[in-house]
């Protein structure tokens, strides 16, 4: 089990914001995305719901 994309996931919940999730730990923007993105397969359920407009 890794640990580490559930960390990616509640991160990136905590923030509102996958690059600023990105940002935080250290990781690219698409790497995030591409974890949250293999979880929502995994889990076969939309986990976020993506905008490409800023979010406060």
Do not use: C, H
């Amino acid at each position: 089990m890794e640990l580490s994309k559930y960390e990616v996931f509640l991160k990136t919940v905590e923030l509102g914001n996958i690059t600023r999730a990105a940002d935080v730990l250290g990781y690219t923007q698409p790497a995030v995305s591409r974890v949250i993105t293999d979880l929502e397969r995994e889990w076969d359920i939309p986990l976020l719901i993506r905008s490409r407009g800023a979010s406060s």
